[in-house]
Every structure is written in C-alpha cells, then in structure tokens.
C-alpha cells in the first residue's frame, strides 16, 4: 500500500510548476491515499486506491473489483466534502473542491457509465486529467489556497459551538440581564 501511495505522490509532483499538492497523510494525519491538488484548474481532492492487477468495472456510482463492492466513489466524494469544509471554514468563503479517485494497478478499467460530480481515472494520466480542466484559478489564488491547506490547523475540526453562543449583542463579562421591550411577553386578555 505504500508503494500505491509514493507513486502516486510522485505523480503529483508531474502536475507542472503551477500546480501544488498537499499530501493530507502527512499533514491531516486521514487517509494516506488523499491528496489534494491546487492549480489552475480548481482544487480537486484525489483519492487513490491501489488495485493491484484485478479488473475494476464502472457503473455510475457502483465499483465493482474482483467481485466485491467497495464504496470508492462515496469516500471520494467524502473527501472532497471533508477538505471543502476544512478550506471554506478557514478562508471565510465556499471553496468547492472536485473529488477525484485514480486507481494505481496494472488491471484493466472497464467503464459501463461515469460517476456523476466525480472524476474518475488511472494514476498515470492523472497529470493530464487534472490539467485538461483549463484555466479557473490565478496563480496567487492558488498560493493562497495552498497555504491554507499546507496548515496543520484546517484540518483539526472544533467541536461545534451553537449560534446562541457565537454572537453576543454585549461584550463578554458585561453580563446585560436586564430584559429590553422584545424580551417581554405580551399580556393576555
């Protein structure tokens, strides 16, 4: 698995001077085959699953290697999601980022019907999948993204803190009991 793993990170480094790469192994500490790539095309979350020689079927949502079912093309899309999140929380806006699954093997892909919002491909073409998207982000956008998501803490998730406790009216330690006109119910008759 770890072999999958470095050829894969060696094949981001391919991706061209524009590009950068984060591998979140290393700096997440989730699942050591993500990636996430930034570069003129948009920012796309890859997950590579090694599939050794076994043939993978296609079939919209469904994968099928070596009679079994494994839920690739949802982790992927989970991913993507989970680095979407982590990016947008810290910048202050949307951030979508694509989910991308590239299989590294030797076994033949058969493909009955893509999976609809995912990109799927082998991790040798990876290079030209991701830069055929054409040209969506500027270079300083790109550095900027990839300095959010080379920081550890984006993607360390705070326990969520309701609304309520977000926004004050008064500032902290002030403690304003006192009930204001809206506080007070109005009287039945």
């Known amino acids: 698995m770890d072999a999958a793993h470095q050829r894969a990170a060696q094949r981001m480094e391919t991706l061209g001077r524009d590009w950068r790469a984060v591998d979140l192994k290393e700096t997440a500490g989730s699942d050591p085959f993500s990636f996430l790539a930034m570069g003129p095309s948009g920012v796309f979350a890859v997950t590579v ?20 079912r494994p839920k ?53 073409e990876l290079n030209q999948v991701l830069n055929s998207r054409g040209h969506r982000l500027a270079p300083k956008t790109v550095e900027k993204l990839y300095t959010l998501a ?29 009930k204001t006109s809206a506080d007070n119910k109005p009287s039945r008759r």
Not at 50 to 65: C, E
Request: proline share 6%; glycine share 10%.
């Open 150 to 178: 080379s920081h550890p803490a984006t993607w360390i998730n705070d326990g969520y803190v309701p609304m309520a406790e977000r926004y004050r009216w008064y500032p902290e330690g002030t403690g304003s009991t006192d």
């Open 49 to 68: 699953k090694d599939h050794g020689r076994s043939r993978v079927s296609f079939a919209g949502d469904v994968v099928q290697v070596d009679g079994k």
């Open 72 to 124: 690739y093309v949802a982790e992927a899309r989970r991913n993507a999601k989970l680095a979407s999140t982590a990016l947008s929380r810290i910048a202050g806006v949307t951030i979508p980022v694509i989910p991308v699954l590239a299989f590294a093997g030797n076994g033949v892909i058969s493909v009955y019907g893509m999976p609809k919002g995912c990109i799927v491909t082998s991790y040798r």
